[in-house]
Nanobody
Framework: QVPLVESGGGSVQAGGSLRLSCTAS????????MGWFRQAPGKERQFVAA???????YYADDAQGRFTISRDNAKNTVWLQMNTLKPEDTAVYYC?????????????????WGQGTQVTVTS
């Protein structure tokens, strides 16, 4: 098991910003890709963004232009900067780590998951 520890969730008004962070703390595990997903009540977990160790990034359509994913390979840490937040961004956000880094928009591509952090955007 590779524990993923998330932080940075909270409540913010529409138009505001939040920054999530996640660190993979397992030894001898290097996440080729790290990603963020979110799950709203009654909905399936959906892809938000992912980043490869070389820096290439991928975003869901509604995250593109508002969210920025970044990582520090040495620290096995990934961040998600979320700007111009909307009420529909309200969800539990999950960090995930993948070694094979294939089909990164899919839940099944990831080996390990964090416990989730709540993001609430009020109008």
């Amino acid at each position: 098991q590779v524990p993923l520890v998330e932080s940075g969730g909270g409540s913010v008004q529409a138009g505001g910003s939040l920054r999530l962070s996640c660190t993979a703390s397992g030894r001898n595990y290097f996440a080729t890709a790290m990603g963020w997903f979110r799950q709203a009540p009654g909905k399936e977990r959906q892809f938000v963004a992912a980043i490869l160790s070389g820096g290439m990034t991928y975003y869901a359509d509604d995250a593109q232009g508002r969210f920025t994913i970044s990582r520090d390979n040495a620290k096995n840490t990934v961040w998600l900067q979320m700007n111009t937040l909307k009420p529909e961004d309200t969800a539990v956000y999950y960090c995930a780590a993948s070694w094979l880094a294939l089909n990164l928009g899919s839940v099944g591509a990831y080996d390990y998951w964090g416990q989730g952090t709540q993001v609430t955007v009020t109008s």
